[in-house]
């Protein structure tokens, strides 16, 4: 059974910085991305980051570009993700996935003013 579970979510001042980590487990997840998602209350789930299966190639959400970095390790089946700066809109639910394949159950991210 494959599992994806996000840990790392907190309530953070603006400005501040937490660092979401994703364990996978189940299967191989060889050749596949790794991505976040996060959703707002209210709001549909939107892209955030996602990360090739070598780490090479990296992509962004507009609104996180030069505040976010993905990463991820292989050999421990991890996905991170370091977040600086934050603003009480970064504010969601965030979720790891793989390939948009599989899911996690999300971590809760709260930003104060």
């Known amino acids: 059974q494959v599992q994806l579970v996000e840990s790392g979510g907190g309530l953070v001042q603006a400005g501040g910085s937490l660092r979401l980590s994703c364990a996978a487990s189940?299967?191989?997840?060889?050749?596949?991305?790794m991505g976040w998602f996060r959703q707002a209350p209210g709001k549909e789930r939107e892209f955030v980051a996602r990360?090739?299966?070598?780490?090479?190639?990296?992509s962004y959400a507009d609104s996180v570009k030069g505040r976010f970095t993905i990463s991820r390790d292989n050999a421990k089946n991890t996905v991170s993700l370091q977040m600086n700066s934050l603003k009480p809109e970064d504010t969601a639910v965030y979720y790891c996935?793989?390939?948009?394949?599989?899911w996690g159950q999300g971590t809760q991210v709260t930003v104060s003013s």
């Open positions: 189940g299967r191989t997840f060889d050749g596949l991305y």
């Open positions: 996935t793989a390939a948009s394949l599989y």
């Open positions: 990360i090739n299966w070598s780490g090479s190639s990296t």
